[in-house]
């Protein structure tokens, strides 16, 4: 019940295009969601995050879509660049308590 | 530059060897955390300090040792260590424990037991 699901596990999108990286969770008691990227020999750094008393959260061309009934949510990249080629982690966390669940990862490749 | 620096950022250590990895932040954080990533597993929690006080042992093994003897610093002190523990080891803090604080990371330190 603690984990965080998130598919794919790699993603290869053309520049310009969007990049979808989806995840899942069922501890309802979740209720703030960042995702973090890394670049190869870097730590992960956040990337944004939303909390469940709203549905979508967009930052330049960053959205999170959070569906709560669902128990999922989604980055989309928009207008997707090679510079954004790295591991995307999306976690969450609950109870007040600064301690992240991650999910798996997903390794994006954007092809100029 | 995130402001939590590792050293060092590689290791190589025999089965038998103690060794100790460093952790620094600049950032007036209270709360800092080991974590562990691995190929084979999502990115794991070990320990949580908040003003230097544990706070979260996620159930790991004693060959793991953390010290935190202020708030800007953190040791993981390494002994008997098997192949399997070799991965990246990221630090990371917080300004506080609190659910929302943004936590920063450190580059990670990249253990390879032999």
């Known amino acids: 019940q603690q984990q965080v699901k998130q598919s794919p596990q790699s993603l290869i999108v053309q520049k310009g295009g969007i990049s979808i990286i989806n995840c899942a969770y069922e501890?309802?008691?979740?209720?703030?969601f960042p995702w973090y990227q890394q670049f190869p020999g870097k730590g992960p750094a956040l990337l944004i995050a939303?909390?469940?008393?709203?549905s979508e959260k967009k930052e330049g061309r960053f959205t999170i879509s959070f569906n709560k009934s669902a128990k999922q949510f989604s980055l989309h990249i928009m207008d997707s660049q090679p510079g954004d080629s790295a591991t995307y982690f999306c976690?969450?966390?609950?109870?007040?308590?600064?301690?992240?669940?991650f999910g798996a990862g997903t390794r994006l490749a954007v092809h100029p | 530059e995130t402001g939590v620096t590792q050293t060092p950022r590689h290791l190589v250590m025999g089965m038998t060897n103690k060794k100790s990895l460093k952790c620094e932040q600049h950032?007036?954080?209270?709360?800092m955390y080991w974590y562990k990533q691995s190929a084979k597993k999502p990115l794991e929690l070990m320990f949580v300090?908040?003003?230097?006080?544990?706070?979260e042992n996620n159930s790991v093994p004693s060959r793991f040792s953390p010290e935190c003897p202020n708030s800007s610093h953190l040791f993981l002190h390494l002994h008997t260590l098997q192949p399997e523990d070799s991965a990246l080891y990221l630090c990371?803090?917080?300004?506080?424990?609190?659910?929302?604080?943004?936590?920063?990371f450190g580059e990670g330190s990249w253990l390879t037991v032999v």
């Open positions: 939303i909390r469940p008393d709203v």
């Open positions: 976690a969450a966390l609950s109870g007040g308590y600064n301690k992240l669940i």
């Open positions: 501890n309802t008691a979740f209720d703030y």
């Open positions: 300090y908040n003003f230097k006080e544990q706070t």
């Open positions: 990371a803090s917080s300004l506080a424990l609190a659910s929302g604080n943004t936590i920063y």
């Open positions: 950032l007036g954080h209270n709360a």
